[in-house]
T-cell receptor, first 116, second 112 residues
């Protein structure tokens, strides 16, 4: 299967600072990239959907000014958590998708964010 | 909109078969996926089935689809302790937004 990487895998930051998370599709060009948030023992919560070169589409309740998404190329998307607060601590997972006969969606390994 | 339901827990003995069930609501042309998530990791695509299929087998994994009841199952033969993880069912409606709808995940615990 295709490989999606995320960097960093974990990060600890102080309240009020900003953190950038990168998501890369390593061996394919992604039609669409998704950002999810996952709380302990819960399912994935979709935050936003982004296509290369266009603005991200945010889900209801997700602050676009707080969670900045940049989709610079078909293989790279970034999520920046601005002015992070402890309640932003979570596991953030990206996925990259392509339509290759069937719709395929591959997930990154996730980034554990802890805001102190 | 779409809704995907799964039971939350399943406990099996090592060597037995595991069956994880999922129900979905959209009867349109649909892709249905099974993902595995180990602790602290992302989701690993295990297998998928299109709604015009009834069954798909891949080594120890068998996916059965009952379109009439909108019921999907994942059977893991000869379950091993390494299969302990959370298994997510997901649905994508073809021709729509291609945004998947995930179930809440079934936590599979395999004990010796």
């Amino acid at each position: 299967g295709a490989v999606v990487s995320q960097h960093p895998s974990w990060v600890i930051c102080k309240s009020g600072t900003s953190v950038k998370i990168e998501c890369r599709s390593l061996d394919f060009q992604a039609t669409t990239m998704f950002w999810y948030r996952q709380f302990p023992k819960q399912s994935l919560m979709l935050m936003a959907t982004s296509n290369e070169g266009s603005k991200a589409t945010y889900e209801q309740g997700v602050e676009k000014d707080k969670f900045l998404i940049n989709h610079a190329s078909l293989t790279l998307s970034t999520l920046t958590v601005t002015s992070a607060h402890p309640e932003d601590s979570s596991f953030y997972i990206c996925s990259a998708s392509r339509l290759a006969g069937v719709w395929e969606q591959y997930f990154g390994p996730g980034t554990r964010l802890t805001v102190t | 909109g779409e809704d995907v339901e799964q039971s939350l827990f399943l406990s099996v003995r090592e060597g037995d078969s595991s069956v994880i069930n999922c129900t979905y609501t959209d009867s349109s042309s649909t892709y249905l996926y099974w993902y595995k998530q180990e602790p602290g990791a992302g989701l690993q695509l295990l297998t998928y089935i299109f709604s015009n299929m009834d069954m798909k087998q891949d080594q120890r994994l068998t996916v059965l689809l009952n379109k009439k009841d909108k019921h999907l199952s994942l059977r893991i033969a000869d379950t091993q302790t390494g299969d302990s993880a959370i298994y997510f069912c997901a649905e994508i409606v073809a021709g729509g937004s291609y945004i998947p709808t995930f179930g809440r995940g079934t936590s599979l615990i395999v004990h010796p």
